[in-house]
């Protein structure tokens, strides 16, 4: 643990008591709507503290403070201590915030960045499609330009929130260039706009925690137009934003946070009675609780040394590839530790008189393991880690095989 000066101490009992003061109101399990109106008054009342959108200005609607990642892990761990929903995190808030700060204009700024702190726009991601998705930079939806507009044609898959999504962030192909990376436009798109058609994929996941549609989607594009105005960054040059995004979007899925926020909840499931039996009397099932409580500690333990490296201005990157895969593969075998410490009664969904808080363990049972293939397959982020992490050589190609 990074030991706290006098002002971060102060921090860490400021967030404390809001905690105890406030901690009622928060919402609890899944909201089954990303607008919500308990967790967005809880997200007002985040931002409103400096609790959520910490660092972002307060010109574009956040709390304004200067960058600092231990006034960041003090937040999270406090909250994740407290086993109290941490704000809205999306792809909006982790990715499209961060980036519009980075590269965006000014009018890019104020358009987007302060409704989608609030929890007003949704947004989805369009990047993996039908023959890019291990090898993003083969995309093919193509975007060409007409006067003030780009005219994009093309399709996206497994665009999760699509069928809500306000805006899309989007990648496009604008031109050729030596490389496949070359010539790829980052780019915003309104999701209303004519010729964007949005179909559904069906899955495994409960589709009543999402309006009654499938979470997943499929996205076509027919001249769709979108002002020149909404590019992200320079034209042609959306990769290395692209890669960023993706960075973040790794990340957020591993947080170490939420996973220590889901073994919280785990900790009072098993004290819990279920089939006239409790989960914390069966010796296997608090052998499965105590190494994964052991794992979660060291994916702390390993969100710490990101943040003390990033503090030293040293690379992590190593490092920080490992949390995505890692934390992912955890949330799956801690959800479905929660449904078998249910018994009988785990697996229940829809409308059984023996629901348990909406059925949202089998949901997340189902939602984690698609994670594990979702923002990078946990082959592939072991392939990222081997090869550009330890200098090891490129997995062959099937054709060399």
Aim: charged share 25%; with cysteine.
């Amino acid at each position: 643990m990074i030991a706290l000066d006098r002002e971060h101490a102060a921090l860490r009992d400021e967030v404390r008591a809001f905690i105890a003061l406030h901690g009622h109101v928060a919402p609890r399990g899944l909201a089954r709507h990303r607008k919500d109106p308990q967790v967005l008054e809880w997200q007002a009342l985040l931002l409103a503290h400096g609790y959520a959108g910490r660092e972002v200005p307060r010109e574009y609607g956040g709390f304004g403070a200067a960058p600092d990642p231990i006034a960041r892990a003090i937040i999270g761990d406090e909250f994740a201590r407290a086993g109290l929903h941490p704000g809205l995190g999306s792809q909006g808030i982790e990715i499209v915030v961060p980036t519009l700060l980075k590269i965006g204009t000014e009018a890019q700024r104020r358009a987007y960045i302060a409704p989608t702190l609030r929890g007003e726009y949704i947004w989805c991601q369009g990047f993996s499609e039908p023959n890019a998705g291990s090898d993003l930079a083969s995309l093919a939806t193509a975007a060409r330009e007409e006067g003030d507009a780009l005219v994009i044609d093309g399709q996206k898959i497994w665009t999760s929130s699509a069928h809500e999504a306000d805006y899309m962030h989007c990648l496009v192909r604008t031109a050729r260039g030596e490389r496949k990376s070359d010539g790829i436009t980052y780019v915003i798109v309104p999701m209303r706009a004519p010729g964007i058609e949005v179909r559904n994929i069906t899955s495994m996941v409960r589709k009543d925690f999402f309006d009654g549609r499938p979470s997943f989607n499929e996205v076509f594009f027919t001249g769709v137009r979108v002002p020149k105005a909404n590019v992200v960054g320079e034209m042609g040059h959306g990769w290395s934003a692209a890669m960023k995004a993706l960075g973040s979007e790794r990340g957020m899925l591993g947080d170490a946070g939420r996973l220590e926020r889901r073994l919280h909840e785990i900790s009072q499931l098993f004290q819990q009675e279920f089939d006239s039996r409790r989960a914390i009397d069966d010796a296997v099932l608090v052998d499965r609780l105590a190494a994964l409580s052991c794992r979660v500690a060291a994916m702390r333990a390993h969100a710490d040394r990101i943040l003390a490296a990033d503090l030293a201005g040293e690379d992590a990157r190593l490092a920080a590839m490992v949390v995505k895969l890692e934390g992912c593969e955890l949330n799956l075998q801690l959800s479905t530790l929660a449904v078998d410490a249910m018994g009988d009664e785990g697996p229940l969904y829809g409308d059984s008189p023996r629901l348990h808080e909406e059925g949202v363990w089998p949901f997340r049972t189902m939602f984690d393991l698609a994670l594990v293939i979702g923002g990078g397959s946990a082959q592939i982020q072991r392939n990222i880690i081997a090869e550009q992490g330890l200098g090891l050589p490129r997995e062959p190609s099937s054709a060399a095989k």
